[in-house]
């Protein structure tokens, strides 16, 4: 900042010196020469106004080109005030640039107040004003008797040819006249949609612009179209004097810009201070801060790593390019919030950030607010998968004992009625119960196996080490069990780690195509880490499949939590973390 302080002053000398320089050459010119006067009066004053509010503007916000097109507008208006002098090789250099502020102007007109050029129409214009006033006029003064317009000598005069002379200062007026209509049609257009705050603003500025654009559309009328030279004369100097009001209009904009945010900041406060309901008064008071009424607000939680609304619903900020835009309020590097306005406003950064500061101990208070709200609808969203899940599990139940052991139950009945009416027969009596026996022995095994996915026998006789070795038995996928713990643990804790265990060697059957699979299960600071990992295909999504959501609202009930990603090299990794 030291240094573009130092490079400011030095351009502020410079530019002094600028409009000093034809101030001397319009006062000792002799009166035959064009217009010795104007240049003296108006020459320094839209000068040194443009370069001193330029400067300013630069320092203000050395980000925005803004500043330096406005400087650019004073140094290049200086610079054709040297068009004054007597001697021809001063005379050109300010005649060659007689028309050049002009394209800076509206090129900085346009781009207020970002100092962006957006869209096609506002960079085709820019272009169309440069090329007007540097190539093509360029090529004029090759053909251009300056002596008869009451000037010095051109000593660029290469062929003296008047008439094209003429024809292309028709073309350049014409042109001239289309781009000045299009920077009007582009101001329009980013007057139209922009908010109440943003037209205090704009209003001094497009104003100033609107009454400059329309004397130098009539002035270039006036050199196409017959006009009496006092009517001419008067128009150019109006357009003079509405010249030197375009940089105070903006040091009018600036300021009024600094009373917009000073009071859009108080009204805040004010407003957050009063209300009682918080929410609601927090967004109406940001909206009517900003003038967006259609602003929102989107909180971060950091547990989940999305934004949700007020409500505790997962939010999605807008995409780069809609007419939306996000912005963040952070704290210490840490979001808190996104305030979601209207990409309009974008040219008011400064506005905004001001605002989500003066707003962002209301708004982490509701960020805690919408936290508890998220946690809440995850509670009724597991509750409810739960009240499915035991349905499921019902009916799951319900279709095992009626399809299994009551099947078996009722055919062992049946064969015991038949061996005790064939109590005669002692051979087909005994064979008959020997079906029955083999009958209750499978009945007992389904019965077993059926018990085992309520609670496994195991687990409860000798603990999650020999409960995950009977898991990995039983797989048919080979299963290594690295490491679990040899002591017992807590009940809930040991059946949390033996259904993840359970639910992924499933998945790893049925999907993975893997050709083995590694059990981890150890304590570390009061946390049970269990561990499933495959060589196979990987791919595995949460979102996608009950097992793997059941496991998540199980660890959910314990404190615990799933995680489910890419292994090294493929696979898949299971992993949960279980407060113990």
Not at 37 to 60: H, N
Not at 134 to 157: G, H
Not at 492 to 510: Q, R
Request: hydrophobic share 50%.
């Amino acid at each position: 900042m030291i240094g573009l302080r130092r490079a400011l002053w030095a351009l502020g000398v410079a530019g002094f010196i600028a409009g000093a320089v034809p101030l001397v050459l319009a006062l000792s010119a002799p009166d035959e020469i064009n217009d010795p006067a104007l240049t003296a009066v108006f020459g320094p004053l839209i000068g040194w106004s443009f370069i001193g509010t330029g400067l300013f503007a630069w320092y203000r916000r050395p980000e925005n080109n803004f500043g330096a097109l406005m400087a650019a507008v004073g140094f290049t208006w200086c610079v054709s005030g040297l068009s004054v002098d007597r001697h021809s090789a001063v005379f050109i250099v300010g005649y060659l640039v007689n028309s050049l502020p002009f394209a800076l102007l509206f090129h900085m007109l346009m781009a207020f107040p970002t100092g962006r050029l957006e869209g096609r129409l506002p960079r085709a214009l820019a272009v169309l004003g440069y090329f007007l006033t540097t190539v093509l006029w360029w090529t004029i003064v090759l053909f251009y008797d300056t002596t008869r317009d009451d000037w010095a000598s051109n000593p660029l005069l290469a062929f003296d040819r008047q008439s094209v002379a003429d024809t292309l200062l028709s073309i350049q007026s014409l042109l001239a006249i289309v781009a000045v209509l299009g920077v009007l049609t582009v101001l329009w257009r980013q007057w139209t949609p922009s908010s109440r705050s943003q037209r205090q603003v704009l209003a001094p500025v497009y104003g100033a612009a609107a009454l400059l654009a329309s004397l130098l559309l009539l002035s270039l009328v006036g050199d196409v179209t017959p006009m009496p030279d006092g009517v001419e004369t008067a128009i150019d100097v109006a357009g003079l004097v509405s010249l030197v009001l375009v940089p105070f209009a903006f040091l009018g904009g600036l300021l009024r810009m600094r009373l917009t945010r000073a009071g859009a900041v108080s009204e805040l406060v004010a407003r957050l201070s009063e209300g009682s309901d918080r929410r609601r008064g927090l967004r109406d008071a940001l909206a009517a801060a900003l003038g967006d009424p259609g602003l929102t607000l989107a909180y971060w939680i950091p547990a989940r790593g999305e934004y949700v609304s007020a409500s505790g619903h997962p939010m999605e900020l807008p995409e780069p390019g809609s007419d939306r835009v996000a912005t963040i309020v952070d704290d210490h590097g840490s979001p808190v919030a996104a305030i979601v306005h209207d990409a309009s406003l974008e040219g008011e950064r400064e506005l905004i950030d001001v605002v989500g500061a003066a707003a962002s101990m209301t708004l982490e208070n509701e960020r805690l607010s919408a936290e508890l709200h998220a946690k809440i609808e995850e509670l009724n969203e597991q509750r409810r998968r739960g009240v499915v899940a035991a349905l499921d599990e019902r009916r799951r139940l319900e279709r095992n004992l009626h399809d299994g052991a009551q099947q078996r139950l009722v055919s062992m009945a049946l064969k015991l009625r038949l061996a005790r009416g064939r109590l005669g027969d002692p051979e087909e009596a005994d064979r008959l119960l020997a079906d029955a026996a083999r009958e209750l022995d499978s009945a007992l095994e389904e019965l077993r196996e059926l018990a085992r996915g309520i609670h496994p026998a195991v687990l409860s006789a000798r603990g999650l080490g020999a409960a995950l070795q009977a898991l990995a038995g039983r797989s048919p996928v080979p299963v290594e069990v690295e490491a679990a713990p040899e002591e017992r643990l807590p009940e809930a804790v040991e059946l949390a780690a033996y259904f993840v265990v359970a639910e992924a060697l499933t998945n790893v059957a049925k999907y993975s195509s893997a050709t083995r699979a590694l059990v981890r299960a150890v304590r570390d600071d009061g946390h049970v880490l269990v561990e499933v990992s495959d060589d196979g295909v990987g791919g595995a999504d949460p979102s996608l499949g009950s097992g793997l959501n059941g496991l998540a609202d199980r660890l959910y009930a314990v404190g615990g939590r799933l995680e489910v990603m890419g292994g090294r090299g493929g696979g898949t990794v299971v992993r949960a973390d279980i407060p113990c």
